[in-house]
């Protein structure tokens, strides 16, 4: 081949190189773009979605099993650093996310782990690190049951009182465990209380992981009754929804007879109770 032709074939190949990584490039932007929505800090929950037009059963609404686990994946790239948190998922239909905070607690969260394995249903569970440590069995039950496992710190401390240093151990601790145990990092952080600051997005986006919160705060942890705790779930039900139950920190018990109420209820309603994802690059 001459050398002229060499010439033009290589700029071909190079021209064509550039257009699949701007193809590339694109589709990770759309990854990016099509994350959970955000709602104002404090915005209004919002109103219950339409009722179903007729009761179907729950095994029409359940989820597929994840598949089995594959080898430990690399702690995952810095994340964007945000300025709030997520307050509600994206997704479609009729979808919801349920978490529990807090645990694990051996005396509540094993029941609420067979309320959801009886409905095939996933959650996410943001665990504190001296929680987690004590009872790894728990966190592999989460495991082997499909859930997203988020990291809550370790002994659940109000952020904005800490120095920088506190907040990345109290993080760092907890993401150490959880990957130990559940087989891969956390990809998402929640602050105790719901209280943000920027050193919080700041380390948490260093450690891998995006910031959720909720939309519907069930206040559980006021005990309130059971039934309380179902109505509030049921009238914040909506499309995208993040509800916040906890498995510890007290007891716990009403949490876990809401569960139980309102869970089928939600299925037969129409609702997918699902999970977030996360794309690592």
């Known amino acids: 081949m001459k050398k002229d032709q060499l010439i033009v074939r290589r700029r071909t190949l190079i021209a064509g190189a550039a257009v699949l990584g701007a193809a590339g490039a694109a589709g990770t932007a759309h990854l990016l773009t ?18 179903a037009r007729r009761a179907l059963k729950p095994s029409a609404y359940r989820l597929q099993p994840m598949t089995g686990y594959g080898p430990q994946r690399a702690r995952p790239a810095r994340a964007l650093v945000r300025h709030e948190p997520f307050l509600r998922m994206s997704g479609r239909g009729r979808s919801m996310v349920l978490t529990f905070d807090d645990g694990p607690d051996p005396r509540y969260t094993p029941d609420i782990l067979s309320t959801l394995r009886e409905y095939d249903v996933r959650a996410m569970f943001f665990v504190c690190g001296e929680m987690a440590v004590d009872n790894k069995d728990l966190l592999r039950e989460m495991a082997d049951d499909g859930h997203v496992v988020g990291n809550h710190t370790w002994s659940h401390p109000l952020l904005t009182k800490l120095s920088r240093s506190a907040i990345h151990a109290e993080m760092e601790r907890t993401c150490e465990v959880i990957d130990d145990t559940f087989g891969e990092p956390p990809a998402w952080f929640r602050a105790p209380y719901g ?27 006021t005990s309130p009754g059971a039934r309380t705790i179902v109505g509030r779930v049921e009238k914040g039900a909506a499309p995208g929804v993040v509800v916040l139950s906890h498995d510890a920190g007290g007891d716990r018990s009403q949490s876990v007879r809401a569960l139980r109420d309102y869970l089928p209820r939600l299925l037969d309603s129409g609702y997918h109770l699902t999970v977030p994802r996360r794309r690592y690059a």
């Open 34 to 51: 099509s994350a959970p929505a955000t709602l104002p800090a404090g915005g209004a929950p919002p109103a219950p979605g339409p009722q």
């Open 195 to 221: 209280a943000w600051n920027r050193a919080a997005f700041q380390l948490g986006a260093e450690l891998g992981m995006e910031p959720l919160a909720w939309t519907v705060d069930t206040l559980d942890w």
